[in-house]
């Protein structure tokens, strides 16, 4: 119930903005692959703007991942065993570093464990290539990453999705899970990226967990940097239990938080993406939080993946473990769901520093957004910035990412998942692939772009957004 993408280095420069610019024009062939669930019925959701839709650059793309292995004998010897199965792999996430210290760029890519023949689930891209694939490096060492069903003190089992915040710490959320079996305590575990040295490990209690718990998507919110970064909460997705575990770092203790609205809806469980057709039911997946610069308390936006509405939450009400000691379910009046969607599943979505909330439409093969001071769906703060009926297959990864410059970047991890869940993968054309742009370029001429106007544009509450209609009402931008 997982899965996702990419393929075939363009071009490796030391810096990663020579990288996308020098890459500018270059072609994108078919690919998409993708994993953490559920899939459903689909239909048109955004009409794009008069505009035109700046189109995002492929920088990584992939026929199949390959890894760094130290030698080619123990490259072979691994796929004798079976512990790597070339083709098998299949990466979901992305999230780039760019050192404050002017230090490599890394670019991190998440390949889980829901299939067998997958030696490592966490990597950076290296400047090698094989056969046209960039290579892997797995992250931080190799060591984290053999022989995991021994549950070693030092393990990365499998990975999803991670998040690199502030404070320049990479957030890796572990859901033990090997195929279809937790096979070691899911955890949540904390890098420093100045030394690739781990800071935090806690392993989620199993009274918050059930035997197909999936953790697949970490949000973390600082809300001290000037006390060292101490006080961090980290909100953590399990799509199949349709739940959040939230994690208080400065107390060291989580509690889990349920509610109607991350769970998917029957009518979305079918995906027809690019003429293949699959079911899929997964719950709570996507998720982003909103910015400072929207003003107020700050919103945890989330949606199921099989669904197509959007919904959110106060943070301050997640962080309030009395609410939910005794009944994860317990404070259905807080979680608010737009009266509008948009028409077709969405896995991963993304945040700028404005309030932009960026997310992929699944049957439409586009990424749209949304001006967060506005209503969901409504024509007037929702629009198309990509369309790419090829290289935008199943956006399954997504983050928003200020370069060396100061300059926003989308990052978007695509793939071609349609054609793992039929079989019918062809190893021989390019299937996973790595694309960005500048988010001020996607945006211009957008409606959902903020403009000076839009200062004093009261936001909605709790409850103004008409929660928990049975049937969500249709979009009126498409």
Not at 44 to 52: D, E, F, G, K
């Amino acid at each position: 119930m997982w899965c996702e993408m990419c393929f075939l280095l363009i071009v490796i420069r030391t810096s990663f903005e020579l990288q996308m610019e020098k890459n500018k024009n270059m072609e994108e062939s078919r690919g998409s692959k993708f994993i953490c669930l559920l899939l459903g019925v689909c239909s048109t959701a955004v009409r794009s703007s008069l505009a035109a839709n700046e189109d995002l650059k492929v920088i990584f793309q992939w026929s199949q991942v390959e890894f760094d292995y130290p030698s080619e004998s123990i490259r072979q010897a691994d796929i004798n065993s079976g512990n790597f199965m070339p083709g098998r792999p299949a990466p979901i996430d992305v999230d780039i570093h760019y050192p404050s210290d002017n230090g490599a760029t890394k670019v991190f890519v998440a390949i889980p464990r829901f299939q067998p023949g997958v030696p490592v689930t966490l990597g950076t891209v290296s400047n090698k290539v094989r056969n046209g694939n960039p290579i892997i490096s797995p992250y931080p060492s190799w060591d984290w990453h053999t022989e995991p069903s021994k549950c070693k003190t030092d393990r990365i089992v499998s990975v999803f999705r991670v998040m690199i915040d502030e404070c320049d710490r990479l957030w890796v959320l572990d859901t033990g899970r090997l195929l279809e079996e937790i096979k070691c305590p899911p955890q949540i575990l904390a890098f420093d990226l100045k030394t690739n040295r781990l800071l935090h490990r806690y392993e989620i209690p199993s009274s918050q967990l059930e035997s197909r718990s999936t953790l697949v998507t970490p949000v973390v919110e600082i809300r001290d940097r000037r006390n060292q970064c101490h006080n961090t909460f980290v909100y953590s997705a399990d799509c199949q239990t349709y739940s959040i575990i939230v994690y208080d770092l400065q107390r060291q203790t989580s509690w889990r938080v349920s509610d109607k609205t991350m769970y998917p809806y029957p009518s979305y469980g079918t995906y027809n993406i690019k003429g293949d057709s699959f079911d899929l039911m997964d719950g709570i997946l996507g998720m982003s939080l909103s910015p400072a610069s929207l003003g107020g308390e700050r919103k945890l936006f989330y949606h199921a993946m099989s669904s197509a509405t959007e919904n959110w939450v106060y943070t301050s009400d997640l962080r309030n473990e009395t609410r939910f000691k005794q009944d994860p379910a317990s404070s259905p009046g807080i979680f608010t769901t737009y009266r509008k969607n948009r028409g077709t599943q969405s896995a991963a979505e993304a945040f700028n520093k404005d309030g932009i909330l960026f997310f992929g439409l699944m049957s439409d093969v586009k990424i749209a957004c949304f001006n967060a001071r506005g209503d969901y769906g409504d024509r007037k703060s929702t629009d198309i910035v990509a369309d790419n009926p090829v290289t935008l297959q199943f956006a399954s990864g997504m983050k928003v990412i200020k370069n060396r410059r100061g300059v926003e970047e989308l990052f978007v991890l695509t793939s071609r998942f349609q054609k793992v869940a039929a079989g019918t993968l062809n190893l021989s054309e390019i299937n996973f692939r790595i694309v960005t742009g500048e988010v001020d370029k996607l945006l211009a001429g957008k409606s959902c772009k903020v403009n000076s106007q839009q200062n004093s544009i009261v936001y909605p509450q709790a409850g103004d957004s008409g929660r928990y209609s049975s049937k969500p009402q249709g979009n009126s931008y498409a």
